[in-house]
């Protein structure tokens, strides 16, 4: 079955810097474009960031442009975020998400997630 | 960026009547939409993709219709286990990026 397990979440101080990683099991990773998705405590969701299923094509949302990066690893199943700059506001749950297709797809497969919190 | 917007921001609806969630987008998004549903502590469950095909598993009484800027969920019969928050996705080409809707409450009448 379809997992994705992130990792990498924890307490950091504002400016800091944080790497999640996700591994993924259950289907051919490298078939697939993966995002980044977060949700605030008590808030709704906010798309991060997705990637194409060969790394060709990245895309960001505006509130994170420039201070994070979204990467993968086709060989270890892996997919990744490094985020650097961090800032009060991004605090919030970071799903790993598996992406039906895109643009006329959907969101099939997310993580539990992984908290990441900003504060000094 | 695209922006959408879910109305009602609440729907306090019974067991059995039909709900109407709508969701508008700031400009076409064509059928590149996608409705999920979240319930307390989980993570959210894709409902419809390209604004109105089913995914996998997903009950008959979930349906999805609009086009450009105007989009609809309709649950048809509520059963006890829709209670939930809804929320709305563009996938639009351009500009390029994901957005989604502020959400949509279905609770308990």
């Known amino acids: 079955q379809v997992q994705l397990v992130e990792s990498g979440g924890g307490l950091v101080k504002p400016g800091g810097s944080l790497r999640l990683s996700c591994a993924a099991s259950g289907f051919t990773f490298s078939d697939y474009y993966m995002s980044w998705i977060r949700q605030a405590p008590g808030k709704g969701l906010e798309w991060v960031s997705y990637i194409s299923s060969s790394s060709s094509y990245t895309n960001y949302a505006d509130s994170v442009k420039g201070r994070f990066t979204i990467s993968r690893d086709n060989a270890k199943n892996s997919l990744y975020l490094q985020m650097n700059s961090l800032r009060a506001e991004d605090t919030a749950v970071y799903y790993c998400?598996?992406?039906?297709?895109?643009?006329?797809?959907?969101?099939?497969?997310w993580g539990q997630g992984t908290l990441v919190t900003v504060s000094s | 960026e695209i922006v959408l917007t879910q109305s009602p921001a609440t729907l306090s609806l019974s067991p059995g009547e039909r709900a109407t969630l709508s969701c508008r987008a700031s400009q076409s998004v064509s059928s590149y939409l996608a409705w999920y549903q979240q319930k307390p502590g989980q993570a959210p469950r894709l409902l419809i993709y390209?604004?109105?095909n089913r995914a996998t598993g997903i009950p008959a009484r979930f349906s999805g219709s609009g086009s450009g800027t105007d989009f609809t969920l309709t649950i048809s019969s509520l059963e006890p286990e829709d209670f939930a928050v809804y929320y709305c996705q563009q996938r639009s080409n351009w500009p390029p990026g994901d957005t989604f809707g502020q959400g949509t409450k279905l609770e308990i009448k």
């Open positions: 998400a598996r992406d039906t297709g895109y643009p006329d797809g959907g969101i099939d497969y």
């Open positions: 390209d604004a109105s």
